[in-house]
């Protein structure tokens, strides 16, 4: 649960350079929910729900302010180089394979910008 905490913690960074303060959070069925806002402006900055998984890797989604949206995923065994990308694809089960950039956040952490898209989106909101 530690690493989860800071791997939602690591989201805050995702779609700002400023710090966050937590909103709220709450864990339901698994996944650890929170909404976080601009320490600076004290204004809404992004949410970020997160799930871990057996293989010790974790998923995790974002959407920002500017309804920006992005997918993490991450391994406390990772010892990525921050700054690194990777070409990767992606997919929703049995839809097409997606291509996009995985960005190296922290050595744990690497981020996917995901594409404006309402197919997109809702292929993830029913995906299993």
Known sequence: M???LAVTAALIALSATCSAATLYNKNINGWFLG?????????????????GYQSGEYLVFAVDRNFNWSMGLANPSWQLTPGAAYRI?????????LSGDAV?????LV???LI????LF??????H
Do not use: M, W
């Open 2 to 4: 530690r690493f989860l």
């Open 35 to 51: 909404a976080y806002t601009d320490d600076t402006t004290g204004q809404f900055n992004h949410c970020a729900v997160s799930v």
């Open 89 to 97: 694809a992606y997919q929703v089960d049995q839809q097409p394979p």
């Open 104 to 108: 190296v956040n922290t050595p744990n």
């Open 111 to 113: 981020e996917i910008k």
């Open 116 to 119: 404006d898209s309402v197919p």
């Open 122 to 127: 809702k292929a993830f909101q029913k995906g």
